[in-house]
């Protein structure tokens, strides 16, 4: 199976800074099968990327995603209060689909 | 606008077993995958398998074949997992959630349940 590692574990941010988060899959994602789910606290993911780089229904443009192959990135361009979460990749080009362990976006 | 509704939260005795449903409205659930995942206390995403409704044919997991049974009822748009041989380690919050294109194998998840905390203690 795809193992998917994500850095940092903790990122410290203000709100109105840029944040950037990584995901590294063990081998190649397929088509870039690769997805970012945003999770707040007791509220189930929400889907904010798919295909690597296209967003979501309703999803504020200030959230990208880039990558390829193996390494995957998501960018929050300038931070809100409500962007303060845990954040989720997830390949689904082979199964099993597989998530990343997670990155926590704090508030500095 | 789909809508996933899981039946509420579970407290098992140790080997017993758990069952969990998902009712699906305002979309196609016959032929969009409902996956099953599951995140322990503080933990990540886990997926444990996913059915087609209208092909009634499951897959799971590797790790949790032999003990997860997933079905579905097209009749009441209802998804179920069945989870045996309930350990402490199965303490988790279970969600189903639904495949962004029909009877596909590579979907990402579009829809969400709302979450079944399901606590595992003697």
């Known amino acids: 199976e795809i193992v998917l590692t994500q850095s940092p574990d903790t990122l410290s941010l203000s709100p109105g800074e840029r944040a950037t988060l990584s995901c590294r899959a063990s081998q190649s994602v397929s088509s870039n099968y690769l997805a970012w789910y945003q999770q707040k606290p007791g509220q189930a993911p929400r889907l904010l990327i798919y295909g690597a780089s296209s967003r979501a229904t309703g999803i504020p443009d200030r959230f990208s995603g880039s990558g390829s192959g193996t390494d995957f990135t998501l960018t929050i361009s300038r931070l809100e209060p409500e962007d303060f979460a845990m954040y989720y990749c997830?390949?689904?080009?082979?199964?099993?689909?597989?998530f990343g362990q997670g990155t926590k976006l704090e508030i500095k | 606008q789909v809508q996933l509704v899981q039946s509420g939260a579970e407290v098992k005795k140790p080997g017993s077993s758990v069952r969990v449903s998902c009712k699906a409205s305002?979309?196609?659930?016959?032929?969009?995958?409902i996956s099953w995942v599951r995140q322990a206390p503080g933990q990540g995403l886990e997926w444990m398998g996913g059915?087609?409704?209208?092909?009634?044919?499951?897959n799971y997991a590797q790790m949790f074949q032999g003990r997860v049974t997933i079905t579905a009822d097209e009749s009441t748009s209802t998804a179920y997992m069945e989870l045996s041989g309930l350990t402490s380690e199965d303490t988790a919050v279970y969600y189903c959630?639904?495949?962004?294109?029909?009877?596909?194998?590579?979907?990402?998840?579009?829809?969400w349940g709302q979450g079944t905390l399901v606590t595992v203690s003697s």
């Open positions: 997830q390949q689904y080009g082979s199964s099993p689909r597989t």
């Open positions: 059915i087609i409704p209208v092909f009634a044919a499951p």
């Open positions: 959630a639904q495949d962004s294109i029909p009877a596909a194998i590579n979907a990402y998840f579009d829809f």
């Open positions: 305002g979309g196609n659930f016959k032929s969009h995958t």
